[in-house]
């Protein structure tokens, strides 16, 4: 099972990008997926998860600026990051769980003018 994440990158603050992770090797349909950032001198931290079922829950610190979705046919999870701030700036990593937790590789985002 493989987890890749891309569709990181630079933006100024207010700006906007989206994440995607695609699963391969194995269905994720189902399952819960997420993602979770890291950033320099600090843990990982949750950001966003969507259950099998359709339900997302967000950190606070996204609320309202962030949307999880996901494509089961295309087996891919996807993070829309609007109104972007320097303080979003991390490594982003999904995450599926089949029991097993299974990682990507992150992407970077950086936020910054």
Do not use: H
């Not at 569709?7 to 391969?24: D, E, H, K, T, W």
């Not at 046919?73 to 982003?92: G, R």
């Amino acid at each position: 099972v493989q987890l890749q994440a891309s569709g990181g990158g630079s933006v100024q603050p207010g700006g906007s990008l989206r994440l995607s992770c695609v699963a391969s090797g194995s269905s994720f349909r189902g399952n819960v997926m997420g993602w979770y950032r890291q950033a320099p001198g600090n843990e990982r931290e949750w950001v966003a998860r969507l259950t099998g079922g359709g339900t997302a829950t967000y950190a606070d610190s996204v609320k309202g600026r962030f949307t999880i979705s996901r494509d089961v046919a295309k087996n891919t999870v996807y993070l829309q990051m609007n109104s972007l701030k320097s303080e979003d700036t991390a490594v982003y990593y999904c995450m599926g769980n089949r029991g097993i937790t299974y990682w990507g590789k992150g992407t970077q985002v950086t936020v910054s003018s």
